[in-house]
């Protein structure tokens, strides 16, 4: 049973960077996509960026130049280093893997089949 486990969140001051993490287990098959996605409340649950089994990274407009997204495949874990985190950052952040395959990676939670329980994060200014 594939299982992600994200960590990392926590609070941060207006300029401030947080890394998070999202250790994968249960899986030996590591060519697929995975992503990070925010959740403020009562908003939806919006992509923020992905990475593909090459090494890819794809972020959202809201967000670029403010975070890395890498991962270690060799241990199945990957990363999303935030920088220069703004209040409206404030979310709960949660990795997520798709199933199979795909020539590009999705931007949209319906194409990823496993989560984590997602990691807070909380920007303060």
């Known amino acids: 049973q594939v299982q992600l486990m994200d960590s990392g969140g926590g609070t941060a001051q207006s300029g401030g960077s947080l890394r998070l993490s999202c250790v994968v287990s249960?899986?030996?098959?590591?060519?697929?996509?995975m992503g990070w996605f925010s959740q403020a409340p009562v908003q939806e649950r919006e992509w923020v960026a992905s990475?593909?089994?090459?090494?890819?990274?794809s972020y959202g407009d809201s967000v670029q130049g403010r975070l890395t997204h890498s991962k270690d495949s060799a241990r199945d874990i990957q990363y999303l280093q935030r920088s220069n985190l703004k209040p409206e950052d404030t979310a709960m952040y949660y990795c997520?893997?798709?199933?199979?395959?795909?020539?590009?990676?999705?931007?949209?939670?319906?194409?990823?089949?496993?989560w984590g329980q997602g990691t807070q994060v909380t920007v303060s200014s």
């Open positions: 990475i593909n089994s090459d090494g890819a990274a």
């Open positions: 997520a893997r798709q199933r199979y395959a795909t020539r590009s990676c999705g931007r949209q939670a319906l194409s990823y089949t496993y």
């Open positions: 249960g899986s030996s098959y590591r060519n697929v996509c």
